[in-house]
Protein backbone atom coordinates (compact mmCIF):
# COMPACT_ATOMS: atom_id res chain seq x y z
CA UNK A 1 0.00 0.00 0.00
CA UNK A 2 1.47 3.34 -1.02
CA UNK A 3 0.93 6.20 2.17
CA UNK A 4 0.59 9.29 0.46
CA UNK A 5 0.23 12.44 1.84
CA UNK A 6 -1.71 15.65 0.27
CA UNK A 7 -1.79 19.19 1.19
CA UNK A 8 -2.18 22.52 -0.15
CA UNK A 9 1.10 24.93 0.80
CA UNK A 10 1.96 28.58 1.03
CA UNK A 11 5.25 29.05 -0.26
CA UNK A 12 6.08 30.06 3.47
CA UNK A 13 4.64 26.77 4.91
CA UNK A 14 1.06 27.91 5.86
CA UNK A 15 -1.33 25.40 5.59
CA UNK A 16 -4.08 26.94 7.59
CA UNK A 17 -5.37 29.61 9.57
CA UNK A 18 -7.72 29.39 12.49
CA UNK A 19 -9.46 26.47 11.57
CA UNK A 20 -9.68 27.32 7.99
CA UNK A 21 -7.71 27.23 4.44
CA UNK A 22 -6.14 30.53 4.37
CA UNK A 23 -7.33 30.43 0.57
CA UNK A 24 -10.00 30.22 -1.90
CA UNK A 25 -9.07 27.72 -4.40
CA UNK A 26 -11.93 25.71 -6.33
CA UNK A 27 -9.33 24.19 -8.51
CA UNK A 28 -7.47 22.81 -6.08
CA UNK A 29 -10.09 21.25 -4.12
CA UNK A 30 -11.18 19.66 -7.49
CA UNK A 31 -7.88 18.14 -7.62
CA UNK A 32 -8.02 17.11 -3.64
CA UNK A 33 -11.34 15.06 -5.01
CA UNK A 34 -10.55 13.51 -7.77
CA UNK A 35 -7.07 11.94 -6.56
CA UNK A 36 -8.32 11.20 -3.10
CA UNK A 37 -12.12 9.62 -4.57
CA UNK A 38 -12.29 5.81 -3.82
CA UNK A 39 -9.46 5.64 -1.21
CA UNK A 40 -9.24 5.79 3.07
CA UNK A 41 -8.22 9.29 3.77
CA UNK A 42 -6.99 10.53 7.40
CA UNK A 43 -6.87 13.13 9.38
CA UNK A 44 -6.93 14.53 12.90
CA UNK A 45 -9.69 15.48 14.77
CA UNK A 46 -9.24 18.99 14.05
CA UNK A 47 -8.59 19.09 10.86
CA UNK A 48 -11.86 17.27 10.57
CA UNK A 49 -13.69 19.57 12.56
CA UNK A 50 -12.41 22.18 9.72
CA UNK A 51 -14.68 20.59 7.03
CA UNK A 52 -18.08 22.17 6.48
CA UNK A 53 -20.38 19.79 8.61
CA UNK A 54 -22.36 19.69 4.72
CA UNK A 55 -19.60 17.95 3.94
CA UNK A 56 -18.12 15.56 6.82
CA UNK A 57 -17.68 12.50 5.64
CA UNK A 58 -15.80 13.30 2.67
CA UNK A 59 -17.94 11.18 0.33
CA UNK A 60 -16.89 8.59 -1.77
CA UNK A 61 -13.94 7.97 0.79
CA UNK A 62 -13.51 5.31 4.00
CA UNK A 63 -12.58 8.28 6.42
CA UNK A 64 -10.71 8.04 9.47
CA UNK A 65 -10.14 10.18 12.11
CA UNK A 66 -7.11 10.03 14.56
CA UNK A 67 -8.05 11.08 17.98
CA UNK A 68 -6.99 10.70 21.82
CA UNK A 69 -10.06 11.45 22.93
CA UNK A 70 -11.61 7.77 23.72
CA UNK A 71 -15.21 8.72 23.31
CA UNK A 72 -15.15 11.22 20.01
CA UNK A 73 -17.88 10.42 17.74
CA UNK A 74 -17.58 10.98 14.24
CA UNK A 75 -20.79 9.59 12.64
CA UNK A 76 -19.82 8.06 9.03
CA UNK A 77 -16.22 8.04 9.82
CA UNK A 78 -14.29 5.53 11.43
CA UNK A 79 -12.49 6.69 15.13
CA UNK A 80 -8.86 5.55 16.06
CA UNK A 81 -6.54 6.87 18.32
CA UNK A 82 -3.30 6.63 16.68
CA UNK A 83 -2.04 7.13 12.93
CA UNK A 84 -1.01 3.36 12.75
CA UNK A 85 -4.06 2.28 13.61
CA UNK A 86 -5.57 4.40 11.04
CA UNK A 87 -3.02 2.81 8.86
CA UNK A 88 -3.51 -0.58 9.71
CA UNK A 89 -7.46 -0.22 8.67
CA UNK A 90 -6.39 0.80 5.33
CA UNK A 91 -4.05 -2.24 4.86
CA UNK A 92 -6.55 -4.47 5.86
CA UNK A 93 -8.92 -3.59 3.21
CA UNK A 94 -6.41 -3.73 0.65
CA UNK A 95 -6.27 -0.44 0.06
CA UNK A 96 -3.82 0.86 -2.89
CA UNK A 97 -2.86 3.95 -1.64
CA UNK A 98 -4.36 5.99 1.45
CA UNK A 99 -4.12 9.42 2.01
CA UNK A 100 -3.56 11.53 4.92
CA UNK A 101 -4.95 14.84 4.47
CA UNK A 102 -4.38 16.94 7.59
CA UNK A 103 -3.71 18.71 9.89
CA UNK A 104 -0.54 20.37 11.09
CA UNK A 105 0.16 17.64 13.63
CA UNK A 106 -0.82 14.66 11.56
CA UNK A 107 1.52 16.02 8.96
CA UNK A 108 4.43 16.42 10.92
CA UNK A 109 4.05 12.82 12.68
CA UNK A 110 3.80 11.10 9.60
CA UNK A 111 6.68 13.00 8.25
CA UNK A 112 8.70 12.35 11.14
CA UNK A 113 7.84 8.48 11.38
CA UNK A 114 8.69 8.61 7.76
CA UNK A 115 5.55 6.69 7.29
CA UNK A 116 4.61 8.40 3.64
CA UNK A 117 6.23 7.46 0.46
CA UNK A 118 3.92 10.06 -2.13
CA UNK A 119 3.21 13.64 -1.37
CA UNK A 120 0.87 15.65 -3.60
CA UNK A 121 1.49 19.30 -2.96
CA UNK A 122 -0.70 22.10 -4.17
CA UNK A 123 2.38 24.84 -3.74
CA UNK A 124 0.56 28.05 -3.34
CA UNK A 125 2.99 30.89 -4.85
CA UNK A 126 2.25 33.50 -1.93
CA UNK A 127 3.11 33.72 1.89
CA UNK A 128 0.05 33.81 3.44
CA UNK A 129 -0.67 34.24 6.96
CA UNK A 130 -1.23 31.26 9.13
CA UNK A 131 -1.01 29.46 12.57
CA UNK A 132 -0.58 26.04 10.54
CA UNK A 133 2.18 25.05 8.93
CA UNK A 134 3.27 22.33 7.09
CA UNK A 135 6.08 20.57 7.99
CA UNK A 136 9.94 21.15 6.10
CA UNK A 137 11.10 18.89 3.85
CA UNK A 138 14.33 18.16 3.46
CA UNK A 139 14.99 18.20 -0.42
CA UNK A 140 17.47 15.07 -0.48
CA UNK A 141 14.66 12.64 1.04
CA UNK A 142 12.45 13.69 -2.03
CA UNK A 143 12.55 13.24 -5.76
CA UNK A 144 9.82 15.43 -8.16
CA UNK A 145 8.15 13.66 -10.15
CA UNK A 146 5.27 16.08 -11.37
CA UNK A 147 4.96 19.56 -11.76
CA UNK A 148 1.46 21.39 -13.35
CA UNK A 149 1.42 25.46 -13.00
CA UNK A 150 -1.98 27.11 -12.35
CA UNK A 151 -1.89 30.67 -12.82
CA UNK A 152 -4.12 33.36 -11.18
CA UNK A 153 -7.59 33.96 -12.60
CA UNK A 154 -10.48 35.67 -11.75
CA UNK A 155 -11.67 32.36 -9.25
CA UNK A 156 -8.00 31.98 -7.94
CA UNK A 157 -6.53 35.05 -6.06
CA UNK A 158 -3.19 33.16 -6.69
CA UNK A 159 -1.17 31.03 -8.89
CA UNK A 160 -0.57 27.87 -7.61
CA UNK A 161 1.47 24.02 -8.74
CA UNK A 162 0.35 20.61 -8.72
CA UNK A 163 3.50 19.12 -7.38
CA UNK A 164 4.04 15.25 -7.01
CA UNK A 165 7.12 13.97 -4.88
CA UNK A 166 8.13 10.66 -4.13
CA UNK A 167 10.09 9.46 -1.18
CA UNK A 168 14.10 9.26 -2.93
CA UNK A 169 15.40 5.55 -1.69
Known amino acids: MI ?22 LPDDLKYFQRITKDHHVITGRKNYESIPAKYRPLKDRVNIVVTRNRGYVAPGALVVDSLNAGLEIAHLANESEAFIIGGGQIYREA ?10 LTVVHADVQGDTHFPKLDGDEWEELER ?6 ERHAHAFSFVVLERAH
Not at 111 to 120: A, K, P
Open 111 to 120: LTMRLVDRLY
Open 148 to 153: KRHEAD
Open 3 to 24: VSAIAAVAQNGTIGNKGDLPWH
